[in-house]
């Protein structure tokens, strides 16, 4: 086969690059990892580091698992939204128009405990945002080529480092579908949903993803799908992603979990001894206890996303982001 060579314009000003078909040339990447999942350093400004596979797959060519946005449970065969976990029925109103009513979990869940990666993963990883992945399209060029058999798109750095995204189709009601030539990636954060009326429903049925799209000359770029859909997640971890006075870990592999429910702390281990500490993303601690058992009562305070500490002997063993509701 003739050699074929590529200048990768990189342009900082435009969201999504075009793609090339590159067979046999892509950069080999250098990947680094955490808690035992491998990330590449791109050289994004941010400093976001993005994970080398999918969540459920074990190389990098695999599709993994296919989740509905919020849930921490995989679909295995389809999507819909009598089978979303946090559907509520259909809302009829004859003024607006009906809707989809959906239990609201937040309109940012990177790494609460309705993030699958933050939950399976943990020691800081989770599902990107929309601003992480605006951020990998603008930074770096999308490239159309094949790992191991499989079609998909390379995302390239500036610094020649780069991640594959297979493309393993969409889950719908119908099963998977345009495995080969499309891909849809969840981020963690919730879009507006606007009826045609012009009014914005309370809870948005709608979430931000990154799609890739084969047959189109932009293959990579975001949109926004029904949070019932079935998509992939590619885990990011974040050297940013650190709230002042909040210690880093200094024990443990975030074996010991927190969630929380109707304003019940509960904690994963029966036997944890120690103290909880509750802070805003001001830094600002909010709430703090002594804790022996499964979990405390917190006290009255704003619904929000809030990062809780436990901690044994001076020592922090968890630290992670929680929704109050």
Avoid at 35 to 41: I, P, R, S, T
Avoid at 59 to 65: F, R
Avoid at 234 to 252: E, F, N, Q
Avoid at 295 to 320: F, R
Wanted: aromatic residues 8%.
């Amino acid at each position: 086969m003739k050699k074929t060579t590529v200048l990768l314009v990189f342009l900082s000003s435009v969201l999504c690059c075009p793609a090339d078909t590159l067979p046999d040339a892509a950069p080999v990447s250098s990947a680094a990892s955490v808690a035992g999942h491998e990330y590449v350093n791109l050289g994004l400004p941010s400093g976001t580091l993005w994970a080398t596979c999918n969540v459920g797959a074990s190389s990098c060519s695999e599709t993994g698992h296919f989740y509905s946005w919020g849930e921490i449970q995989p679909k295995a065969n389809t999507c819909c939204w009598e089978n979303y976990a946090f559907w509520l029925g259909y809302h009829e109103d004859d003024t607006c128009g009906g809707w989809q009513d959906v239990e609201s979990i937040g309109e940012d869940i990177c790494g609460t405990e309705y993030d699958v990666v933050a939950r399976e993963w943990g020691q800081g990883w989770r599902t990107p945002t929309e601003e992480e992945c605006r951020e990998l399209l603008r930074y770096c060029v999308s490239l159309q080529t094949e790992e191991n058999g499989v079609p998909g798109i390379r995302i390239v750095g500036r610094n020649e480092q780069s991640i594959f995204l297979p493309a393993g189709g969409v889950m719908s009601d119908t099963g998977i579908y345009e495995s080969g030539t499309m891909g849809a990636y969840w981020t963690g954060v919730e879009k507006p949903t606007i009826l045609y009326t012009g009014i914005t429903i309370p809870t948005s049925i709608y979430a931000a993803y990154m799609g890739l799209d084969l047959r189109n000359m932009i293959s990579c770029q975001l949109s926004d799908a029904p949070k019932c859909d079935g998509k992939n997640i590619r885990p990011v971890i974040s050297r940013k992603d650190m709230v002042a006075g909040i210690a880093p870990l200094t024990v443990g592999q975030n074996d010991v979990r927190v969630y929380c429910e109707n304003r019940h702390l509960h904690i994963t281990d029966n036997a944890f001894c120690g103290r909880v500490s509750l802070f805003n993303y001001a830094g600002s601690m909010v709430f703090a206890a002594e804790v022996s058992g499964n979990g405390c009562e917190l006290p009255p305070m704003d619904e929000g996303v809030y990062i809780v500490t436990l901690s044994k002997e001076g020592k922090t063993v968890n630290a992670q982001k929680i929704t109050v509701k």
